[in-house]
Structure formats: C-alpha cells, structure tokens
C-alpha cells in the first residue's frame, strides 16, 4: 500500500481475511486500499465490518466517513466523523469535521474544530492551509497570512499553500509579496510537465499577476 501497489495489496489481505477473518486492521487496509481504486462503495463495507468487530476503533470511523463522504452521503459521513472525534479526539476527524462545516459556509464552527485538530497535532499542512481559508471567509486577512505561513514553514514545495499565501497578501495590499509568490508557483511549474492541476494554478497565479498589474497602475 505504501508503495503505491494496491493489487499486490489486495492479493495478501484476502489471504489474511482468508486466515483470520475478523482481522479489524486487515479490513480497515481493505477499505483504504478500494478507496484508492475509486471504490468507495466497497470501501464502506469493509469499514463496517471492521467496525462491527471493534467499534471503538476511531480511524475507522473516520475513514468510514470519508467513504460515505465520497459518496455523497454527508449526513452519515458526519456522524461517523463525530464518533471518532468523541472517542479519542481524533485528529483526521476534526479536520473532516472543518471541512465539512467550511464547505457549508458555518465558519465559526469550521474554526473551532480545525483548530483543535491542530492543537493535537500541529504539524499537519492541510489543516493549517484549511484554517487559512476559514480565516480568509471570515474576511481576516492578517490570521489568515499566518496559518499560510505555518503551512509554508512545513511545506516549502506545496504550490496550493503559496498560492493561498499570494491572494491573502494581495488582499491586504501587499502586492510586492503576492506578486513574490506567483512568480514563485510559474517558475516551479514551468519546470515539470504540465498536467490539469498544474494548468489551472498557473492560469490562477496569471490573473493574480493581472490584478497585481492593475492595482499598481492607479
């Protein structure tokens, strides 16, 4: 699984299920590995029935709901979020709980819950990318450069995090900073193959420069 070859993965995981088959870790690395081949519906299973033999295992309540998450079903993906998160403070889980409440514009609450999973652990780029963006939403600009900036501290290379960092200064005026941060993210892109991801930030930090452009001329 580590090492990307999830159906070499599958082959030795129906051999455990097939020797031990209330293996719980076997069947929550069963549901990872169908949800890296897309398949989320057979990945919920695998969850529930590691579930069903240790409910009380928090990461599986967590992926459990990513699953339904990808799904579509968010109620559920919800509640099984807020188990985890109930049974041993579950980082990943509060994170997904944020998420959630950023996407559904309840910032207050995206905040309180981003903000104790960085409290257990601090080190995750996402979730300090995340609160950026809740701070962001919430129209403060200077909080929102410094969780940027702690992403970028643990994560020099992550194109997302420097871009968020641009706009963020760009709002407060900053334009010698943002402009420093898309011609950071075009020189890093120009020197990889381009693909989806990479063509739609370099068309994202472009109009960045344009409005940068703009600004400066007035």
Request: proline share 2%; charged share 25%; glycine share 6%.
């Amino acid at each position: 699984m580590q090492a990307g070859l999830v159906d070499e993965a599958f082959k030795y995981l129906n051999q455990t299920l097939t020797l031990a088959p209330r293996h719980a870790l076997a069947l929550n690395l069963l549901g990872l590995a169908h949800m890296m081949k897309g398949n989320a519906a057979e990945a919920v299973k695998a969850f529930e029935r590691c579930l069903a033999i240790n409910s009380g295992f928090s990461e599986g309540h967590n992926n459990l709901g990513t699953a339904y998450q990808e799904l579509g079903v968010l109620d559920r993906a919800e509640d099984e979020y807020k188990k985890a998160f109930a049974l041993d403070q579950n980082y990943n889980a509060s994170y997904n709980l944020a998420k959630l409440c950023y996407l559904e514009k309840d910032l207050n609450t995206a905040l309180d819950y981003i903000q104790k999973s960085l409290k257990k652990y601090g080190r995750s780029v996402i979730a300090w990318n995340l609160e950026g963006l809740i701070y962001d939403e919430q129209g403060k600009p200077d909080d929102a450069i410094l969780s940027y900036l702690q992403a970028q501290k643990l994560a020099p290379d992550e194109l997302n995090v420097s871009y968020n960092l641009g706009v963020a200064y760009f709002k407060k005026e900053n334009y010698a900073k943002a402009q420093e941060m898309m011609d950071r993210i075009l020189a890093v892109i120009a020197q990889g193959p381009p693909n989806a991801q990479t063509q739609e930030l370099r068309t994202k930090a472009n109009e960045v420069l344009k409005r940068i452009r703009e600004a400066t001329k007035k």
